[in-house]
């Protein structure tokens, strides 16, 4: 049987990957994908605590199936907003769309 | 060395590349694993779940590494699909295969899509931030704390248990019926702000695009 260490570092070490992709890419759709990163570590830690340790009420499965809607969501509201930047601006670059930045 | 072989401008050298060089390091640590099992170090399901995190780790590495933003998706692709066989092997296939089905198809497709109608297809390459160095450094702490918090706290030995596909519909739709709903309205509002932002009178539009 495989130990519920394994998965949590997997779920952490993805998590820091996506936390590293937000940090670092300039272009929106690329820190959209690391946010999908970031929630697919989250989503196994989720999973993994509740096949393993909640076995009775297994929140975790249900919750992790709310954060793939919710993503899904996500995903294409943004799209709409990084189209509708682009057709104004011509880029996707969210370095030069920081007119509301304080 | 790869420029100089002759190929048909349609093959995408980076792939092809790409593909070698993962093989190139897949194939020893596959041998490795599969020799492990055989003597009896490790057991199948751990060998199944060192190659699916091999899969996952190296396409989210590609995902925010990769300079051209359409190999970056495709390399996200690969982690999640390496995702939903983490699900399978945590004993909850109704999420993998929600996840293969939302992600691998629709959440991808989508992203491309994006890519194609912004810059992917003027100009693929991108460069990142020049908060890199910082960035490797907060991550890198980060993951440092979290792995050695979860490797210091006792977890016991518990064992993975396959959740009831009726059980699960059951809970879901008593228990979580208020989230249910609730999400229901979130995914409405979602693409109808997405339509409604994304839509403009045609008088709006640019000189350029028709």
């Known amino acids: ?102 | 060395m790869l420029k100089r072989i002759p190929l048909p401008s349609q093959f995408d050298r980076i792939i092809i590349s790409g593909g070698i060089t993962v093989g190139a390091i897949g194939l020893p640590l596959g041998i490795v694993l599969v020799a492990l099992v055989a003597f009896g170090v490790i057991s199948a399901p751990e060998m199944v779940f060192f190659v699916a995190a091999f899969i996952v780790i190296l396409g989210a590495l590609g995902c925010v590494l990769l300079p051209n933003i359409v190999h970056a998706a495709l390399s996200l692709t690969a982690t999640l699909i390496g995702v939903a066989a983490l699900y399978l092997l945590l004993m909850s296939e109704f999420l993998a295969l929600v996840q293969v089905l939302v992600y691998g198809g629709g959440v991808v497709l989508l992203l491309l899509f994006g890519l194609m109608m912004t810059n992917a297809q003027d100009d693929p390459v991108v460069t990142d931030g020049s908060q890199k160095p910082f960035a490797f450094l907060l991550v890198s702490l980060l993951i440092g704390t979290f792995i050695t918090l979860l490797l210091a706290g006792d977890w016991g030995n518990p064992t993975a248990h396959v959740v009831p596909f009726e059980l699960f519909g059951e809970r879901l739709f008593r228990e979580f019926a208020v989230p249910i709903i609730i999400v229901a309205v979130l995914l409405d509002v979602a693409i109808t702000g997405a339509l409604v932002n994304v839509h403009t009178a045609s008088s709006d539009l640019p000189e350029e695009s028709e």
């Open chain 1, 1 to 102: 049987m495989i130990p519920i260490e394994y998965f949590l570092t997997l779920g952490a070490i993805l998590f820091g990957l996506g936390l590293f992709g937000v940090l670092s890419r300039r272009s929106a759709i690329l820190i959209l994908m690391a946010i999908e990163l970031m929630l697919a570590g989250v989503s196994i830690n989720f999973i993994a605590f509740a096949s393993y340790l909640d076995t009775d009420a297994f929140s975790g499965l249900i919750f992790a199936l709310f954060v793939i809607t919710v993503a899904a969501a996500e995903v294409g509201l943004a799209l709409g907003i990084v189209l509708r930047l682009f057709r104004e601006r011509r880029t996707s670059n969210v370095d030069e769309a920081s007119d509301m930045r304080w």
